[in-house]
């Protein structure tokens, strides 16, 4: 992998230097909420992450025809529900607004009825991005507004969709230490020039939370847990449960718990050490799509889990893709099926990419 220059440590990460200089070791969930929502230095509050030009390429950045493939999938959940007038569409970290734009798109021409009367809600922090999102999706839908969190939204028949949203919400990393896993913490080393750096903390997690063979996890063994989606996704279930709809999750991770280190920072489409420039490179982990679907179907909720590229293809991508290369130039056939491979194939986002849905009890859908 080409190295990539990264500019020096700037305001956060000193500031974090001596957060934990003055106060003591903090949780890698408390350094990935600093990292990526601190009002002056967080990544999202201050960076542009998509595109080429950023550091990551999100599946609606890809093509169009992800979008248009989740309108289809939201369409045909409302048509489901009822076709109810009173319907909220709502997506939660948006982005710059790609997905909204061609799910809306699609929806609009399959249904005009559900764009007529519908409520399009934005669910985003970031000063910045909502207005992105506004300019992108001007004029796009008759009823559209923005807030801050889930909770504020109407209390009406829900269609949710996330793309990749869970893995950016903080996560509490255990890692087994003689003999019991305890919180793994960020603290700081090297005093004459202080630097961030991993180490244990005495605080323990109930053994009764962890996965099946933990009493025979190697010394080092790292297990991760996160509160901050745990409460998302029970909000979101219980708002389906109590007013009807559905949620589309869509997240690199896996359908099954378990152990290890997905801590990973991405800076200009490279990897690069976690601790090298917080505030400027994106931060996450793993998505536990088997913890998630555990609290929706706890609460009532039917879930289904599958691979991106297994969605995409029932949603019919490869006929889409044939629609929109029909009579046009060979290049542009040949991006389309490399845009198809790339969304996907195994090998690429098909398998790395997981989808989870939440429905009100027994829907029948596609």
């Not at 790292?222 to 109590?242: C, G, N, T, W, Y």
């Amino acid at each position: 992998m080409a190295e990539t220059t990264i500019p020096a440590a700037d305001k956060l990460k000193q500031r974090l230097i001596r957060l934990i200089t003055n106060g003591g070791p903090i949780s890698v969930a408390d350094y990935m909420a600093f990292c990526l929502a601190d009002h002056d230095g967080g990544y999202y509050m201050t960076r542009e992450p998509f595109g080429a030009k950023g550091d990551f390429i999100t599946a609606p950045e890809v093509s169009q025809m992800f979008g248009e493939l989740i309108g289809i999938w939201v369409v045909s959940h409302w048509e489901a529900l009822g076709k109810p007038e009173n319907c909220t569409i709502c997506e939660i970290g948006g982005g710059r607004g790609t997905l909204m734009s061609d799910l809306l798109r699609a929806a609009g021409k399959l249904a005009p009825d559900l764009l007529r009367s519908a409520h399009i809600a934005m669910v985003e922090t970031s000063d910045r991005l909502t207005g992105v999102q506004k300019k992108k999706l001007e004029g796009a839908a008759p009823h559209m507004a923005w807030y801050k969190s889930f909770g504020e939204i109407p209390q009406n028949t829900l269609i949710l969709v996330a793309n990749e949203l869970f893995d950016a919400l903080p996560d509490h990393q255990y890692v087994k230490h003689e003999g019991r896993f305890v919180e793994r913490m960020v603290a700081t080393c090297n005093e004459a020039a202080p630097e961030l750096c991993f180490t244990t903390g005495t605080g323990g997690i109930a053994p009764a939370l962890l996965p099946q063979g933990h009493e025979a996890a190697p010394e080092g063994t790292i297990f991760e847990a996160s509160p901050a989606r745990s409460a998302l996704m029970q909000q979101v279930s219980e708002h389906i449960r109590k007013h009807k709809g559905a949620a589309l999750l869509i997240d690199y991770g896996s359908h099954e718990a378990g152990f290890g280190d997905t801590l990973q920072a991405l800076y200009q489409h490279a990897y690069q050490d976690v601790f090298i420039a917080p505030g400027q490179a994106d931060i996450t982990t793993h998505v536990d799509f088997a913890a998630l679907a555990q609290i929706a179907s706890g609460l009532g909720c039917t879930t289904k889990a599958e691979e991106q590229g297994d969605f995409l293809l029932r949603m019919g991508l490869l006929s889409r893709a044939g629609q929109l290369g029909a009579g046009k130039s060979a290049s542009v056939q040949e991006q389309i099926r490399d845009d198809v491979e790339r969304l996907a194939a195994p090998n690429q986002m098909g398998s790395l990419f997981k989808v989870l849905s939440v429905t009100y009890p027994d829907l029948k859908t596609i």
